[in-house]
C-alpha cells in the first residue's frame, strides 16, 4: 500500500525561525509530489509542486526538495512568520496511478 | 477564474436522506476528485474522474454515486446519508498539461444526525 508520512506532526516556534518540514513516501515510482496549505476550516492552497525530474522549486520564503532515492521531500520555511501558521500537507502521484495520495499533514503554530 | 467551486458551504442531513454536493471548476481541467477529510485520517478519496463520461472509485466510495456529462461540472450524490458520513467533502481538479497540479475547492461541511 502506497503511504506517505509527515514528520514533525505538530511544530510550534518563535518568529524569524527556519523550518523544515518533512515528507517521506513508500512509492519510488513517483511522478510529481505537491505541498499543500491547509487553513482551519478552509480548503487546500498549493503551495509547490515538483515533477519528478526535479530536485527542488522556490517561491518566495519556500523551497521544496526531492530525493526520488530515498523517498524523501522536505519543505523549508525561511524567516518564518505568524501568518504561516496552519497545517502543510504534503501528498504524490505515482506512475501507476490517477491519484493522489496525501499525508496527514505537519500543524505549524509561529508565535510572535 | 473562480477556480474550484462547491456548494453548499454548510448541510445538515438527516440519516437516510439524498443530497447532491455540487462541484464546479473553470480551468477545463481533465481531472476531477472528491475527498473527505476526517480528523486523523486525513484526506481520502471518495471517487475520481479522468474525463467527461469517464469516472472510477476511490479509497471510500461506498455510500457515495458521481457522474461527470461535462468537462465543468462533477457532482457528488449521497443515497441515503448515514452519521458515518459526516466530514468536510472537498472537490479538485488538475489537469495533464499543467503537470497535474491539483487545485481544491472551498470544501463542504456535511452532518448526518
Known amino acids: 500500500k502506497q503511504e506517505v508520512t509527515q514528520i514533525p506532526a505538530a511544530l510550534s516556534v518563535p518568529e524569524g525561525e527556519n523550518l523544515v518540514l518533512n515528507c517521506s513516501f513508500t512509492d519510488s515510482a513517483i511522478y510529481n509530489l505537491q505541498w499543500f496549505r491547509q487553513d482551519p476550516g478552509k480548503g487546500l492552497t498549493s503551495l509547490l509542486l515538483?515533477?519528478?525530474?526535479?530536485r527542488e522549486q522556490t517561491s518566495g520564503r519556500l523551497n521544496a526538495s526531492l530525493d526520488k532515492s530515498s523517498g524523501r521531500s522536505t519543505l523549508y520555511i525561511a524567516a518564518s512568520q505568524p501568518g504561516d501558521s496552519a497545517t502543510y500537507l504534503c501528498?504524490?502521484?505515482?506512475?501507476?496511478?490517477?491519484?493522489?495520495?496525501f499525508g496527514t499533514g505537519t500543524r505549524l503554530q509561529v508565535f510572535p | 477564474n473562480a477556480g474550484v467551486t462547491q456548494t453548499p458551504k454548510f448541510q445538515v442531513l438527516k440519516t437516510g436522506q439524498s443530497m447532491t454536493l455540487q462541484c464546479a471548476q473553470d480551468m477545463n481541467h481533465e481531472y476531477m476528485s472528491w475527498y473527505r477529510q476526517d480528523p486523523g485520517m486525513g484526506l481520502r478519496l471518495i471517487h475520481y474522474?479522468?474525463?467527461?463520461?469517464?469516472?472510477d472509485q476511490g479509497e471510500v466510495p461506498n455510500g457515495y454515486n458521481v457522474s461527470r456529462s461535462t468537462t465543468e461540472d462533477f457532482p457528488l450524490r449521497l443515497l441515503s446519508a448515514a452519521p458515518s458520513q459526516t466530514s468536510v467533502y472537498f472537490c479538485?481538479?488538475?489537469?495533464?498539461?499543467?503537470?497535474?497540479?491539483?487545485?481544491f475547492g472551498p470544501g463542504t461541511r456535511l452532518t448526518v444526525l
Open positions: 474522474s479522468v474525463g467527461a463520461g469517464i469516472t
Open positions: 501528498a504524490f502521484r505515482s506512475y501507476n496511478t490517477d491519484k493522489l495520495i
Open positions: 515538483i515533477q519528478s525530474s526535479q
Open positions: 479538485a481538479s488538475s489537469s495533464p498539461g499543467g503537470g497535474y497540479e491539483q487545485f
